[in-house]
């Protein structure tokens, strides 16, 4: 029962456009959804979240949007940089920091320069 | 910021072997530390969840007499998987959260558990 979805592997996106990630959930119960960002062999670098009390978060060039009726979040980075390219991992859990993540099975984001 | 540390890397070793994974908080106390595994092209799967002083919590269908944790100090985690088979090999992660913070799971790099 994956409780987290990530739809699209992979992305490719031209150097300075707008990336558009995706990430749905079936669980109301969860509180907050973070965005990871990994390299290969690497453990996860934690990116941005969100609390499902808002439906916005900025942070730089990464913005979480957050639509609790259609149990959907997006991270949208621009502009995007070939830094960039990596797996990116969207979780939700019940309380931040404490419980355990629920990953999504990941996208691969290539930014082509 | 926060910093985990894993050890080992990577491991290679035979078919009945077992190994030890420790997983390091270096600049905070981690109450809690989580074990995960990943494997290729899918999901981080939450193995178990280890509280400093108390026995670890684990998954649904993740054997504890197979994968022992020891969470014995608020700075030290330690995987052990027993008696190694092919099936076993996997990237184990481990991640770390200090109590009542606001601040995400720091995790570490992860190791490369390959059983021959």
């Known amino acids: 029962d994956q409780q987290v979805k990530q739809n699209s592997p992979s992305l490719s996106v031209q150097e300075g456009r707008i990336s558009i990630l995706n990430c749905d959930y079936t669980?109301?119960?969860?509180?907050?959804f973070l965005w990871y960002k990994k390299y290969p062999a690497e453990g996860p670098t934690f990116l941005i979240s969100?609390?499902?009390?808002?439906d916005k978060n900025e942070d730089g060039r990464f913005t979480v949007f957050l639509n609790k009726s259609a149990k959907h979040l997006s991270l949208h980075i621009v502009p995007s940089q070939p830094g960039d390219s990596a797996v990116y991992f969207c979780?939700?859990?019940?309380?931040?920091?404490?419980?355990?993540?629920?990953f999504g099975t990941g996208t691969r984001l290539t930014i082509i320069p | 910021g926060a910093v985990v540390s894993q050890h080992p890397s990577r491991v290679i070793c035979k078919s009945g072997t077992s190994v030890k994974i420790e997983c390091r908080s270096l600049?905070?106390?981690?109450?809690?530390m989580f074990w995960y595994r990943q494997f290729p092209k899918q999901s981080l799967m939450l193995m178990a969840t280890?509280?400093?002083?108390?026995?670890?919590?684990?998954e649904q269908g993740v054997e504890k007499d197979k994968f022992l944790i020891n969470h014995a100090s608020l700075t030290l985690s330690t995987l052990t998987v027993t008696s190694a088979h092919p099936e076993d090999s996997s990237f184990y992660i481990c991640?770390?959260?200090?109590?009542?913070?606001?601040?995400?799971?720091?995790f570490g790099d992860g190791t490369r558990l390959s059983i021959l």
């Open positions: 979780a939700a859990t019940g309380d931040f920091g404490n419980e355990k993540l629920t």
């Open positions: 969100i609390s499902s009390i808002k």
């Open positions: 600049d905070f106390q981690a109450t809690t």
């Open positions: 280890s509280n400093e002083g108390s026995k670890a919590t684990y």
């Open positions: 991640s770390a959260s200090r109590l009542r913070s606001n601040q995400p799971q720091h």
């Open positions: 669980n109301s119960m969860f509180d907050y």
